[in-house]
């Protein structure tokens, strides 16, 4: 059976699901995902593997209107990688999907400019319909369903739970059809194409994510500063910089006598050790560097370079 193979770009605006979707498709946790908006910073590649073939999954950063330099990196990322994919996999919220008017086919926007922008590249599209578990009368569905139906520049529809993984299966099914022919692009045991060191430091933003609150997540930046693997413990000693915006930020996190940042830094430790499957040891430092979401060179030294 000749086999397909393909890099699909998975796009959305934030909190729509799209890394709980790719970590549902791969069966690991690849990328963080908590229930603020505009978690995903950077592109996450995630490989699926099947008798078909291969789908390169590319996890990109929620389409938002973007002010600060790191919002703006955020939204290029992600439509930055129109040109490059062989398809897209175009996800909306059940509830943005279903207060949705006009007509033929209509969806508002981000979703419009995407889809746009897609077509004007000539890339196929499917939409996935997240969220579906949470209605409580499924038959308002068919009518939503009915309408995208209309839309000329999708190619298939179909209702999920990424969460549950409800028709995730029948997702992947049609999302086949839209790739080209060809060998596999990575070897079947790769998952990613992200570093160990990559997946340490967005483990710790996810829990900085989970426990701060207001605006401070998106002011922190977590730079992996020393990795040592130690071959005849089997372990593995992480230092880590945990850089925000001001002196505020950081009393924040160091939380009262240092509660916060010991408890922040366990939870990942945990989680670390769980990605490596060995013992992880991590140490965790603040620093304060001013204005870093605004200024390109911070940006870029901190891991936010425009690819």
Same mark, same amino acid.
């Given at each position: 059976?000749?086999?397909?193979?393909?890099?699909?770009?998975?796009?959305?605006?934030?909190?729509?699901?799209?890394?709980?979707?790719?970590?549902?498709?791969?069966?690991?946790?690849?990328?963080?995902?908590?229930?603020?908006?505009?978690?995903?910073?950077?592109?996450?590649?995630?490989?699926?593997?099947?008798?078909?073939?291969?789908?390169? =999954?590319?996890?990109?950063?929620?389409?938002?209107?973007?002010?600060?330099?790191?919002?703006? =990196?955020?939204?290029?990322?992600?439509?930055?990688?129109?040109?490059?994919?062989?398809?897209?996999?175009?996800?909306?919220?059940?509830?943005?999907?279903?207060?949705?008017?006009?007509?033929?086919?209509?969806?508002?926007?981000?979703?419009?400019?995407?889809?746009? /922008?897609?077509?004007?590249?000539?890339?196929?599209?499917?939409?996935?319909?997240?969220?579906?578990?949470?209605?409580?009368?499924?038959?308002?569905?068919?009518?939503?369903?009915?309408?995208?139906? /209309?839309?000329?520049?999708?190619?298939?529809?179909?209702?999920?739970?990424?969460?549950?993984?409800?028709?995730?299966?029948?997702?992947?099914?049609?999302?086949?059809?839209?790739?080209?022919?060809?060998?596999?692009?990575?070897?079947?045991?790769?998952?990613?194409?992200?570093?160990?060191? =990559?997946?340490?430091?967005?483990?710790?933003?996810?829990?900085?994510?989970?426990?701060?609150?207001?605006?401070?997540?998106?002011?922190?930046?977590?730079?992996?500063?020393?990795? /040592?693997?130690?071959?005849?413990?089997?372990?593995?000693?992480?230092?880590?910089?945990?850089?925000?915006?001001?002196?505020?930020?950081?009393?924040?996190?160091?939380?009262?006598?240092?509660?916060?940042?010991?408890?922040?830094?366990?939870?990942?430790?945990?989680?670390?050790?769980?990605?490596?499957?060995?013992?992880?040891?991590?140490?965790?430092?603040?620093?304060?560097?001013?204005?870093?979401?605004?200024?390109?060179?911070?940006?870029?030294?901190?891991?936010?370079?425009?690819?």
């Amino acid at each position: 059976m000749e086999t397909v193979a393909g890099t699909i770009a998975i796009l959305g605006r934030p909190n729509v699901g799209k890394s709980t979707l790719l970590n549902r498709i791969v069966g690991e946790k690849l990328a963080i995902v908590t229930p603020k908006p505009q978690t995903t910073r950077n592109r996450i590649t995630g490989v699926y593997n099947h008798e078909r073939g291969q789908i390169v =999954f590319v996890d990109t950063p929620g389409v938002h209107g973007a002010k600060k330099g790191l919002n703006r =990196f955020m939204v290029g990322e992600a439509m930055g990688m129109i040109q490059e994919i062989d398809a897209a996999l175009v996800v909306i919220d059940v509830d943005v999907a279903m207060q949705v008017g006009g007509g033929k086919g209509g969806v508002g926007d981000p979703e419009g400019t995407i889809l746009r /922008q897609l077509g004007e590249a000539g890339r196929p599209i499917a939409l996935a319909v997240n969220k579906v578990d949470t209605l409580k009368a499924k038959t308002l569905l068919l009518p939503v369903l009915e309408r995208l139906g /209309q839309n000329e520049l999708l190619r298939a529809i179909v209702p999920v739970s990424a969460t549950k993984g409800t028709n995730v299966d029948h997702l992947i099914g049609e999302l086949w059809a839209l790739l080209p022919a060809g060998p596999p692009l990575y070897a079947p045991e790769m998952l990613t194409d992200r570093s160990e060191r =990559f997946l340490a430091s967005e483990l710790i933003r996810e829990q900085l994510f989970l426990s701060l609150r207001q605006e401070i997540p998106y002011a922190v930046a977590v730079v992996i500063d020393e990795w /040592q693997e130690r071959e005849g413990k089997g372990d593995v000693v992480i230092s880590a910089s945990i850089v925000v915006e001001r002196e505020g930020q950081r009393a924040v996190i160091l939380g009262h006598k240092g509660a916060m940042i010991r408890e922040l830094g366990t939870r990942a430790r945990l989680a670390i050790s769980d990605l490596l499957q060995r013992p992880a040891h991590l140490k965790l430092h603040i620093t304060v560097d001013p204005d870093w979401t605004t200024s390109p060179a911070a940006l870029e030294r901190y891991g936010y370079r425009s690819s």
